[in-house]
């Protein structure tokens, strides 16, 4: 398996949960009347050496579900958090054919971070060197896909100046009266 890639946009408070109405106003925002896939997890372990997967266990999931119907059925307290992955649609591919446009092949490495999803409740960040845990927090909105750029700082700062990523960032701080920021991981 390859090396994958993703890029969180995260409120500044980490302690900060998705209220459903941001939810939705973000599908709405990528055209998705769907979730490609969702999944509620539950803790059964608060050992912060094991990994997620065996920290977490999945307690319900979903494929093709209404964003209407999955809404009610999200949990994100101290013991669940769910997991929520968009189909692509115009909007995230109108997005990838701007930093396709705007990044060269030469820092981005052909990368073009297309997946995207919602975690609300939790996610966490583990150094791709060391396994230690570098970042976490409660609510990210992440974009991710196969593949890592030349330079994960220059590729970040290049990424945050596309103007339809930062529209994107603006309309997630204004429909969440929450300043965010964003981080890159590489797995």
């Avoid at 974009?143 to 330079?151: E, F, L, W």
């Avoid at 590729?155 to 981080?183: C, M």
Wanted: net charge negative; proline share 6%; aromatic share 12%.
């Amino acid at each position: 398996m390859g090396l994958y890639t993703s890029i969180y946009f995260t409120p500044t408070d980490r302690t900060w949960i998705a209220p459903p109405e941001l939810i939705r106003s973000i599908a709405a925002i990528l055209g998705a009347c769907d979730f490609d896939h969702f999944t509620v997890y539950r803790e059964i372990s608060c050992d912060p050496t094991l990994s997620e997967d065996n920290r977490y266990e999945p307690t319900l999931t979903k494929h093709g579900i209404p964003v209407e119907d999955a809404l009610p059925l999200m949990r994100a307290d101290s013991s669940y958090w769910t997991h929520m992955m968009f189909p692509c649609r115009n909007f995230t591919k109108g997005l990838m054919a701007e930093l396709e446009a705007c990044l060269p092949d030469s820092l981005s490495g052909g990368f073009t971070p297309w997946d995207t999803s919602i975690s609300n409740g939790h996610w966490a960040i583990w150094s791709y060197d060391d396994g230690i845990l570098t970042d976490y927090g409660v609510c990210a909105f992440t974009m991710s896909a196969n593949g890592c750029p030349t330079d994960l700082a220059l590729y970040l700062e290049r990424f945050l100046a596309v103007d339809g990523i930062k529209q994107l960032k603006h309309k997630l701080e204004s429909l969440s009266n929450q300043p965010w920021t964003v981080v890159i991981n590489l797995t």
